[in-house]
């Protein structure tokens, strides 16, 4: 008992003092200003019937500014970076990238903040079915369907020669018919990005290669 009232005013004082200071570290630890930054990946809206638009930015970088205790709550998730394409015509455009979502006030910077978007018109053609095959194990003796239908810009679809199917790496020890997913490509059987094939895959029969001799 003793040990308690001894300097018992001290340690009230020391206690209230305490008490203060750690309320007072919160709250301004809660009100100070902080920065920091998330990575929103960009997408495209209002593009017209027809067209089809493309843009090489796929992703910003925004800056927030505010109180610690709401950035620490926000997430990528939380916001959408966006490219207004509604009313553009085809061609090659230059549009500002818009940024939406909770706390949007303390959005202090937005990079890049704008964007080359290309609109380009919709279509489609029919192209033949071609293979690629090692000419050692197997080789393709049908391929069904013969012709495809590819679909996307025209820019795109005017560099396709044919959709490939690759059977260098199968091997067979008698005839088969397998599934294979078709590749755009150009006249250098190159890969032709953003073009899409219907039927998606085509039914390919092989056998195995006999050497002459």
């Known amino acids: 008992m003793d040990l308690i009232r001894r300097n018992f005013g001290l340690k009230v004082a020391a206690v209230v003092i305490a008490v203060g200071l750690w309320f007072g570290f919160n709250y301004l630890t809660a009100s100070q200003t902080y920065s920091t930054t998330l990575q929103i990946p ?14 090489t ?12 205790s709401v950035l620490e709550k926000l997430a990528p998730s939380d916001f959408a970076a966006y490219l207004d394409c509604t009313g553009k015509q085809a061609g090659m455009l230059s549009l500002n990238i818009a940024v939406a979502g909770p706390e949007s006030d303390k959005i202090q910077s937005v990079s890049p903040s704008a964007a080359i978007v290309v609109l380009d018109r919709y279509g489609y053609r029919t192209v033949p079915v071609i293979s690629a095959d090692n000419g050692q194990s197997v080789i393709a003796t049908n391929i069904e369907p013969k012709s495809v239908i590819v679909a996307g810009s025209e820019t795109a679809l005017a560099k396709v020669m044919a959709v490939r199917v690759s059977i260098e790496d199968t091997i067979a ?24 094939v219907a039927p998606p895959t085509v039914r390919v029969a092989i056998m195995p290669h006999k050497a002459p001799g």
């Open 173 to 196: 020890t008698k005839p088969v018919t397998v599934s294979l997913r078709p590749v755009p490509v150009d006249v250098n059987f190159v890969p032709v990005l953003g073009v899409s």
């Open 42 to 55: 960009v997408v495209l809206h209002g593009v017209a019937p027809g067209l089809v638009a493309t843009t």
């Open 57 to 68: 930015t796929q992703d910003v970088t925004i800056q927030l500014s505010g109180p610690r």
